[in-house]
């Protein structure tokens, strides 16, 4: 039914005049578009997985441990045989002999460790961490600083000439 001014259904009177549009017809009707599930609070409490379960519902739990708590320091079964354990494990560095064999080289060919780093597309503390025997040996970077000085740096005769024959192909 429409509305007057007012805010409030028409009279009787008034709504006999012109038949009520299917719309219209039943004010205590109530359409629910869409209908809002529990919240994620209440899909997690134990009433509502309860509730889930005696509807025959499938309800997956899952326990995570320590969750929402600060327990990173806590000791676990593990914590102890770690402690126990007295192997130490660590990567193998370049050897000095190495560092060493990197900076005769770069300097008999009058090379900073930039220019040499430049020159083989790597960042100077690459080089500097080489030389020192902080680095990690890596096979690519190492041929690519052998080619370089022209100085073997790995194998039995680190510090001798490469020898510069016809590349197999």
Do not use: C
Not at 129 to 144: C, F, H, M, T, W
């Amino acid at each position: 039914m429409s509305r007057l001014r007012t805010g409030r259904p028409p009279s009787p009177a008034f709504a006999r005049l012109r038949p009520p549009s299917p719309a219209e017809s039943d004010w205590d009707t109530v359409t629910v578009l869409r209908k809002k599930g529990p919240t994620a609070a209440q899909a997690k409490s134990k009433q509502a997985i309860l509730a889930a379960q005696r509807r025959g519902e499938d309800v997956e739990t899952a326990k995570k441990w320590a969750a929402g708590q600060n327990k990173q320091h806590s000791i676990t079964k593990n914590t102890a045989k770690l402690d126990r354990e007295t192997e130490e494990l660590h990567h193998d560095r370049v050897t000095l002999e190495v560092g060493k064999v990197i900076q005769q080289g770069r300097q008999s060919k009058g090379l900073t460790q930039k220019d040499l780093a430049t020159k083989i597309n790597e960042k100077p503390q690459v080089i500097a961490d080489y030389e020192s025997g902080r680095a990690i040996p890596n096979n690519q970077v190492l041929g690519k600083i052998e080619r370089a000085i022209g100085l073997k740096l790995r194998g039995k005769d680190i510090g001798k000439p490469i020898e510069k024959g016809p590349r197999a192909k």
